[in-house]
């Protein structure tokens, strides 16, 4: 995040490491000694025992967003070691878990995608404040958002295989504008996709079936200005032509 590494590590800590610095010291072997890390926030471990893991960072220099897999906290002021404020914006008890956690720097929303009870909530990211949620089938988990660089629609993959495109603004308000059966592959479950800075294609993970050895990996890219129609497949090189 800007000129930062962030790095989870087993104590309970995301560590924040200088990025010029770590170039410096690697292009110049007598700064190495003098390496070290700028600080690192604390991460709560009230609560469920086991939710330690961090799936999720996200955020700007302002403001940084750890999520479990049942909680999120958001750090302001983190880069100051002695500033940073804390605060937990949504906690979710076990079997549900959060699936996804996405930020919207534009209408300034947090969206949160939650697994059981199966829905996307959105946030105000300045007060913290829920703003919205929206409601899925049963049968229908929400795996992972994809936000809009113009800020304008929300994606999101579902575990039936299908994505599902939501109009919003910064209010909360909604609205299901598009359900596309791309049979998008959910394997694995947390994938980092973003949309080209434009906003006008959506890239969808996808597979084209052969045997065990010529399966491969395809990537669609939908045109959103022409009603998600494929306007371009990346193919990758089938299992049995890798070495």
């Keep these: 995040i800007g000129g930062y590494l962030l790095l989870a590590d087993v104590d309970d800590h995301v560590q924040i490491w200088s990025q010029q610095k770590l170039v ?10 003098e390496l070290s890390m700028e600080h690192a926030l604390p991460i709560p471990t009230e609560g469920v025992k086991k939710d330690r893991n961090v799936f ?23 880069l100051e070691k002695d500033k940073f404020q804390s605060e937990q914006v949504f906690q979710c008890k ?7 956690i996405k930020l919207d720097l534009l209408n300034n929303v947090l969206f949160v995608l939650q697994s059981k009870e199966n829905c996307i909530l959105m946030f105000n990211a300045t007060s913290s ?3 919205a949620k929206i409601p899925l089938q049963e049968s229908l988990t929400p795996i992972t958002g994809v936000v809009d660089p113009a800020g304008q629609i929300f994606t999101v993959m579902i575990s039936d295989r299908s994505v599902f495109v939501y109009q919003y603004n910064s209010k909360g308000s909604f609205k299901l504008v598009q359900k596309l059966g791309q049979s998008v592959n959910i ?9 080209s800075p434009q906003g006008d294609l959506l890239p969808v993970i996808n597979s ?24 371009t497949t990346l193919v990758s090189t089938p299992l049995n032509r890798c070495k």
């Design 187 to 195: 394997n694995p479950i947390h994938y980092k996709i973003t949309m």
């Design 208 to 231: 084209l079936k052969g045997s065990s050895t010529t399966t491969s990996t395809s990537i669609l890219l939908l045109d959103r200005n022409e009603n998600y129609k494929i306007s």
């Design 56 to 78: 999720f960072l996200l955020g700007d220099e302002e403001r940084l967003y750890i999520g479990t897999e049942q909680k999120i906290l958001c750090y302001r002021q983190w």
């Design 94 to 100: 076990p079997p549900g878990t959060i699936t996804d």
């Design 129 to 131: 404040k829920q703003l």
């Design 24 to 33: 410096e010291a690697a292009f110049d072997g007598r700064k190495i000694k």
